[in-house]
C-alpha cells in the first residue's frame, strides 16, 4: 500500500537538488559574497538549510537571519493579511539582503518582507523562491532566483505544508484530496 496516497509527486529530491545548485550559482554571480539571508518561517527552513551549504560551494559566505511571517492560517488560501510573528535579530541597515521564501504565489508575503528590510535600510535586496506559481499574483512583485515554475495545485513536502504537516517530504508533491 502506498504511505501517501493522496500525495502527487510533482518534483523529485533528486531534481530539487540539482535546481538548488544551479540557483546558487545564480546567485553567487549576482551578488557579493557577503549577503545577509533572511529567511521567511516556517516553508522555507529546508530550501534555506540546503541553499546556504550550496552556496558555500560558489564562495558566498552568508549570514544567516529568520523572520516569521503569516498569511495563511492553517488553509489552503490566503488571508490576504501578512503579520510579523517573530522578527528577525540582526540589524539590516546597510546589508545586502537575500530574502528566502518556500513558494511565491499572491506576493503578499514577499512584498511585506520587501518593504520592511528596505524601511529597516538593507541595501540591493534580492528574492529567491523555490517555487512560483504564475498568474496568481496580487501584488507586482517578481523573484530574482525561482527553482521551479509549478502548476496552480497546493503542493507539500520540502518544508511546505499542509495544516503543518508533510514538511518532512524529500520531494515536492500535490496534494489530491
Ligand atoms: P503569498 O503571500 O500568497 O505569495 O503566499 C506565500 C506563502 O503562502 C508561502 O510562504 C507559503 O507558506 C504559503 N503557500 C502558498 N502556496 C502554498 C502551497 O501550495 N502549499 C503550501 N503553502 C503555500
Ligand atoms: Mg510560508
Partial sequence: MDILPQIEVLIEAEAISTRVH??????????????????????????????????????????????????????????????????????????RVLIVDDILESGRTLTFAKNLMLKRGAVDIKIAVMLEKPNKRKEEIEADFVGFTIPDKFVVGYGLDYANYYRELPFIGAVTL
Fill in 22 to 95: 544551479e540557483l546558487a550559482q545564480e546567485i553567487a554571480k549576482q551578488m557579493n559574497e557577503d549577503i545577509m539571508i533572511v529567511a521567511l518561517l516556517r516553508g522555507s527552513f529546508v530550501f534555506t538549510a540546503d541553499l546556504i551549504r550550496a552556496l558555500h560551494f560558489v564562495g558566498v559566505r552568508p549570514q544567516v537571519d529568520f523572520m516569521t511571517l503569516s498569511s495563511y492560517g492553517n488553509g489552503t488560501e490566503s488571508s490576504g493579511e501578512v503579520s510579523i510573528i517573530r522578527d528577525v535579530s540582526e540589524d539590516m541597515t546597510g546589508r
